[in-house]
């Protein structure tokens, strides 16, 4: 599969997640994967030194990391989720997501 795979041709597909999204220099690049009204996946790619800023939301998200080493800072605690691994951020407790190297995660958000 490549970055311009649709969405609806992802589905009944196995698929390499890290291959649906490039890297941008000096950029965090996101592709949403599936956007419904209860919630959303959606791949990102961060260069190094880029971030997601402190932030709140009134949802549980999951983060997986499919390339790389991110930095995930939740409530002043620093993670550093590798390749393979997860990190739940819980809802309103602040979070943000760094960039030490580049890496990928998917980021799935369910509203309820």
Do not use: C, W
Not at 34 to 44: A, D, I, M, R
Request: cysteine-free; hydrophobic content about 45%.
């Amino acid at each position: 599969m490549n970055p311009d795979t649709s969405p609806e041709q992802l589905l009944g597909q196995a698929v390499d997640l890290a291959s649906l999204i490039d890297y941008q220099d000096q950029a965090v690049v996101s592709r949403t994967l599936l956007k419904k009204e209860t919630g959303t996946v959606t791949l990102f790619a961060f260069d190094a030194g880029q971030e997601l800023s402190e932030h709140t939301t009134p949802f549980d998200a999951l983060v997986q990391v499919v390339d790389g080493e991110a930095e995930i800072i939740i409530a002043g605690e620093s993670l550093h989720p590798t390749a393979g691994q997860m990190v739940v951020m819980p809802a309103n407790k602040p979070h943000a997501v760094k960039a030490p190297k580049r890496f990928k995660m998917m980021l799935v958000m369910i509203r309820s």
